[in-house]
């Protein structure tokens, strides 16, 4: 039994979600032979863990919390050639590895592939159709998020199967399946808050900021950086982003560990962008959550809007709204943390997934 998993390098939240349905995977099928396809982020995620191969992907330019249409054509305007070349890059690389499944996520290469290889493709990612059409009907959607929701329909429509990883618990749907969000460790794995904080050298329980892996979030670290000099008594630590800045010195910055659900496990409130990834584990962990979503950026608004009632969320990003924000924040913990207790979210979307994934690999 062979699986390619296709992942994008934008961001590490697709690769360490991909990653924990790897590993279930190998649980339920340990003579599973496992290969991915990724680039930048991914990529380099992947590549000391199973065979890897590198294709070309998209490129999301920008640090200023908004998605530039002019910007991403012009960094991604080669990709239609790109796609076809990478298709072919993976089949040469893969020669002696052709895949009985391939599982992707907003890639086209994947399903590129197995229309060559007369394979099925199975699509895992957080955008979800019908959420879109009632946030559409409430809230006022520019082109730029129709252009992108479009794109993502039209992705699910050249699938065999999509998964879409969701906050809400959804009623099966004639074209997607609903899983429970995917988290690689839940809290009761991991060991005490008391021993956490021994082994991570923490006397204070932090704040967390997370960038993710593109850099959109640098304005949002930038003015927490400001505003942690006015709250000496906190402790904040960074992870993400390509930051280049002198920090306070109550600031800590970690690029990225694999031990992140660690420190979340420990923390005493998320201030993040809205990635499902970071959102989901923050849920499961029963954290308090600042929530910035990308401007124009479909999926983040939408994982936003499904949590509105659970966390805080601003669309400005300014940083007199930052400072703003964060002193209210730091009064509603309290709040926030049994809000995000009621909420009642379940992390076990990657037995889930392999589960189907199985069904479908026996047909």
Known sequence: MKILFVVTGIGYGDAIREHANILAFKKMFPSARIMVAGYDNSYDYFKNKYDTIHVPGYKLPGSAMK?????????????????????????????????????????????????????????????????????????KVNYKMKVEAKYFEKLY????????????????????????PVVRTLPEQLPSEQQLMKELKLKNKPFLIMLGGSNFGTKLAKSM?????????ENFIIFGGDLDISLAKNVRYIHFTPDFLKYLKVCKGVITLAGQKTLSEAGIYKKPVLCYPIQDHIEQ?????????SIMVSHDSSSKAVAKNFASFIQRLPELEKKMKELDMHGDGSQQIVQILGSILKK
């Open 67 to 139: 998605i530039s249409v002019v910007r991403f054509a012009l960094k991604n305007i080669f990709l239609p050639a790109f796609w076809f070349l990478g298709t072919l890059k993976v089949r040469l690389h893969a020669h002696n590895f052709i895949p009985d499944l391939i599982v992707s996520d907003f890639e086209p290469i994947g399903i590129s592939l197995a229309r060559v290889l007369g394979k099925k493709c199975v699509v895992v990612f957080g955008f979800d159709p019908l959420l879109y059409r009632e946030y559409a009907q409430k809230n």
């Open 157 to 180: 429509d050249q699938a065999d199967v999509v998964l879409i990883p969701s906050f809400r618990r959804e009623k099966k749907h004639i074209l997607y399946s609903y899983v429970p």
């Open 225 to 233: 950086n400001v505003i942690a000099r006015e709250y000496p008594q």
């Open 301 to 309: 608004i939408l994982n936003a809007y499904a949590l509105r009632n």
